[in-house]
T-cell receptor
């Protein structure tokens, strides 16, 4: 089944404790992306990747890192999480960003205390 | 810079009546535009997309949208609302000025009354 998977689905952590949210797709998509969703703000893009070893900043990259060492994986790293990073995070992938839909993962709800 | 504005944060309609969700975009050239839907506690699903082909775009579940360049609008419509349409809807534009950023509107929550 074609899908985007994220782990974990729920995470509660403390300020400053490094964490990684994994994202994997099995559709051989070139484009992958991370978003955060906050009430009243819609989804905001954190980082995206056009292909392996090619990443670029979205609108809200501060406090986040990403890597794209393999085509299927695009982990999101929070080196030193802070409470303002409490949010719902979505990973997505697409064959070609301008012409094809993005497939979204189920979301990761992160709480930083 | 490209941007998208959803004009209503909440819309309520009665079951069986038409739905209109409004979206205006700003773009220096012909954009790619999408509508996505998010049901409660679910991920996002594509409803329809405009990528410079026909200006009237048909999507899933009876939704359609019309691209109007003169009005810089891409409003989403459905002739008859169903209870299952209750969800949050997002209008999305993609920047293609050497990058491929997705810009989401702030969302419109659709409520369908019995």
């Amino acid at each position: 089944e074609a899908q985007v998977t994220q782990n974990p689905r729920y995470l509660i952590t403390v300020t400053g404790k490094k964490l990684t949210v994994t994202c994997s797709q099995n559709m051989n998509h070139e484009y992958m992306s991370w978003y955060r969703q906050d009430p009243g703000l819609g989804l905001r893009q954190i980082y995206y990747s056009m292909n392996v070893e090619v990443t670029d900043k979205g609108d809200v990259p501060e406090g986040y890192k990403v890597s794209r060492k393999e085509k299927r994986n695009f982990p999101l790293i929070l080196e030193s999480p802070s409470p303002n990073q409490t949010s719902l995070y979505f990973c997505a992938s697409s064959l070609s960003p301008a012409h094809y839909e993005q497939y979204f993962g189920p979301g990761t709800r992160l709480t930083v205390t | 810079a490209q941007s998208v504005t959803q004009l209503d944060s909440h819309v309520s309609v009665s079951e069986g009546t038409p739905v209109l969700l409004r979206c205006n975009y700003s773009s220096s050239y012909s954009p790619s535009l999408f509508w996505y839907v998010q049901h409660p506690n679910k991920g996002l699903q594509l409803l329809l997309k405009y990528t410079s082909a026909a200006t009237l775009v048909k999507g899933i579940n009876g939704f359609e949208a019309e691209f109007k360049k003169s009005e810089t609008s891409f409003h989403l419509t459905k002739p008859s609302a169903h209870m299952s349409d209750a969800a949050e809807y997002f209008c999305v534009v993609i920047t293609t000025e050497g990058t491929y950023k997705y810009i989401f509107g702030t969302g419109t929550r659709l409520k369908v009354l019995a």
